[in-house]
């Protein structure tokens, strides 16, 4: 067990007793059951690939392991160094989303990587976490007497990701930042009229790429009207669901993954479903509220405006991330290749997770000793 004393002035006791250590440790075990849950869900598809039974599980066991250090990491932060790093982070992003676009790699219809190597990166995966962070700052401004116009400031860098997302394209992806940035401009003053435009504004886009794009319109009438094409990855989640029960038919007794192409990635939760039943399930799910809940308890009583901006986008980022994939795989949502945080495989939106995380127990972090003039964040002053 780790042990500081509370007179130690060491970084790493600093951070022992400022950040918010249930948090942290409920990460931890998510990231355990990530594991656990590759090695259950994605032999028979390497298997059926070609590859090492391992192949994914051992690719995922380094994923997992980095992510956790990145999370330790980047949580050591100061408020300032986050707000730095992502405000700096983000064009750089911006620049590799452009490079997808020209030289990235087109699959199944998209162009949303970049081929490193052996890597693959999907700098969209990063763009988000730096994009909640740099609206945060900027609408932030306006609470400090500064006189720039904040909002219109934030709605032109919404424009900008959305508008590249969108030529990716990544619908997914835009509807979950679109939902982020919207509650950020309401908690930052954004007349109720003007966050109803901005709901109305949102159908009208998904109702024009319904009508100009046909993979979503294929993927919406399927959603609504199952005999319209073929919903094979719908039903075979629903058939293990229902093959699951309460309890589940036994870890490895599963056939869901036997079928399912991306039964490690954004079927997953399907996977535990049949294997451990509804009851793993809604254990899965706690353990994601707990994150998202003990997140937005550390804002109740919040005094700085961009660690409360910042810190409850990146939380409900989290939160609508999870609830999209479960979404997906239950099918009360349209088919969309988002990954469950830390228990899907894959590297970019691993580490990326990771990013967001950390810097969610870095803005959340509380000073346990009561000194006057001290930074919250840590026991030196307040910058």
Partial sequence: MIAFSRNDNSVMSRWWWTVDRWMLGLVVVLVM?????????????AERLGLDALHFVKRQTMFLGLALCTVVGVSMMSTSLV???????????????????LIGPEIKGATRWLQIGSFTLQPSEFLKPFFVVTTAWVLSSQFGGEDIPSKRIAAMLYGLVAGLLVLQPDFGQTVLISAVWISQMAIAGLPIMWVALAGVSGLFGVGLAYALLPHVASRIDRFINPESGDTYQADKALEAFQSGGLLGRGPGEGVVKLHLPDAHTDYIFAVVGEEFGAIACILLLLLFAGIVVRGLAHLLDEEDPFRMLAAAGLIMQFGLQTLINVGVNLVILPSKGMTLPFISYGGSSMLALAIGVGMILALTKRNRFIRPGLDPVGWKAAE
């Fill in 33 to 45: 059951t990530g594991l656990w849950l590759t090695l259950t869900a994605s032999p028979a598809v």
């Fill in 83 to 101: 707000r730095r790093v992502c405000v700096l982070g983000m064009p750089v992003m911006l620049l590799l989303m452009v490079a997808t676009l």
